[in-house]
């Protein structure tokens, strides 16, 4: 047996992580089983109608530009990469008439931890991402785009290559798709380990060929984007949404989830549950049946804590998250944030120091150094929670803390900074006890000290 | 100031390594070109194990960018090899999300297995083993990715020695004729 032939051996075949049947009202993840990804099982499914609808060659008279943006306007849909803007409104904000070239990029390099959504629909149902994209970029009115795939599921971006070339052999990208007047090329293409990139300006930069850095905005994409022209950059699952939209109206969308929580979310659920993976539902379930759909605790243990959104997000102690529904609005309320959808699951056991410990390392990691704030910061960030968990903390560093996380919030360009101090902000206000009990007694407060 | 460090010379690009190259700069604008580097530095990897400055200077001559502008991006992202590295690199996820199913002891393991320490390299130079961050397949931890582009999910210590043990008997068949 050669090296890949064994090593194909340990791939995962997305049956654990989302092929269980225990989705509610699946949009995205519906009818898929791991194998069925081809253009024609795409096809079989319904894919490419929305497209086919929205250029009038299905016997219709099509939809203008201005009926398609209206469209995703009134469905409610925001984005699925974190930071939640809705995405009728970005879209209107591309200036459609300006006559030079234009960018439409989708953003899947997923690297926030906790988060592995975008891996299984761009691995299972890739078309759906094509196709979604090929809407946004005729209802902007774009000729060409990129789809930025994390670095690390490379065999995925292979994939995703494989289903661009279906759909350019079957007409749906390219020139004059389907005999209509639209043109749009896409491309697929790759990060190398930096989650920076995962930031939208940041990405355009890695896009062109730089390191990774965050541009300072204003201006934004919309005006100054990839190559200094207008572009629109939207997360995998956000196109992922659209087709569903175009082909069942915006009303119907919005209807499947609460007033401006539009739709069905893919919740990646991670940590100390029996049956981790993607659970797609409609915003605005319950937290407790999400938990129950991922098969309750692990063991039966007794929940702690949930980061509710990515490791960015700040934690929530168990007896906030049982009372909440998994929404937007419901997790900024509750004081943290819906953010990528990853939720990570701790238990009893867990101790919150090392937790946060862990997440200020990756932070340190992944700063790109260009602001003083968040390159120091994270760092001392860092220093201090690693000395507390190793039993060598001082008491001032309690205020310290909250000291160099509230010196980090807001002073940086992009959003790395906050995402390294919310953590630290959120488990000092919900689990303080933890890391005095460390400073004072040297030792951790549970007794496991896992 | 005289630039004392030698002109490096560019590595030798095979047609078929070329070919691989023409294909991602097809992808980009005529005038942006820059863009596929990127794609090609990972290339070189895969085709030599690591990114060497002959190959760095080879891959400005390529794409028409200044050596040290490809420098800038080799060195920002994680998954450039800037020295050589075994024959097998195996990065283990440790994050958070990790962290609550094993990866720490996965990694722990791997090590204890090959006697290395993390971040070292095998005497025999077959095994590079290196802690990683975020892979995005959290459901699936403990994982690991061998030489950037295989990711191994549910990594218990079973399948690691199953993989170790494997990927050495591969590398030994391969080098017997």
Redesign the interface.
Known sequence: ????Q???Q???QGL??SFHGRHIQPQILAGLNGGNWRLKDYESRGGYQALRKILGQDGSEGLTQDQVIAIVKESGLRGRGGAGFPTGLKWSFMPRQFPG?KYLVCNSD???????K??DILQFNPHIVIEGMAIAAYAMGIGVG?NYI??????TYERFEEALEEARAAGYLGEKIMGSSFSFQL?A???????ICGEETALLE???????QPRFKPPFPASFGL?GKPTTINNTETFSAVPWIINNGGAAYLACGKPNNGGTKIF?????VER???YEIPLGTPFATLLELAGGMRSGRALKAV?PGG?SAPVLPASIMMDITMDYDAIAKAGSMLGSG?V???DER?CMVK?LQ??SY?YM??S?GQCTPCREGTGWLWRMVDRIENGQGRPSDMDLLDNVAESIMGRTICALGDAAAMPVRGMLKHFRAEFEHHITHKTCMVSAHV | MSNIAPALSPMALSDATAHRFAKEVA???AD?S??????C??ILQQETGWVSPEGEVAVAQY?G?PVM?VR??SS?????NLRPVGH?KINVC????C???DGAQALAHLCERLGVESGGTTADGMFTVQP??????????PVL??N????????SHE?IDQ?VD??R???I??ATP
């Open positions: 047996m050669n090296a890949q064994l090593i194909s340990f791939q995962a654990e992580s070239h997923e690297g926030e931890p906790g988060t592995f975008d891996r990129y994390h670095g690390e599921i490379f065999k491309h293409t790759h990060g190398f380990g930096a989650y890695s896009l062109e060929g730089k390191k990774g190559y990646s659920i991670s940590g100390d981790p993976g993607n980061i490791s990853a990570i699951v701790m867990r937790s862990r997440l990756f990691h992944e790109c | 992808k980009y604008p942006q820059q863009s596929a580097v990127m794609a530095l990972s794409l960018m502008a800038e991006v920002f992202y994680n998954m450039y097998f440790t994050n958070l999300p962290q609550l199913r990683g961050e975020c892979m995005g397949a959290c459901a699936d931890a990715l061998v950037d582009r295989s990711m191994c999910s549910f990594m399948k993989l494997g990927l008997q591969s590398a068949e391969k």
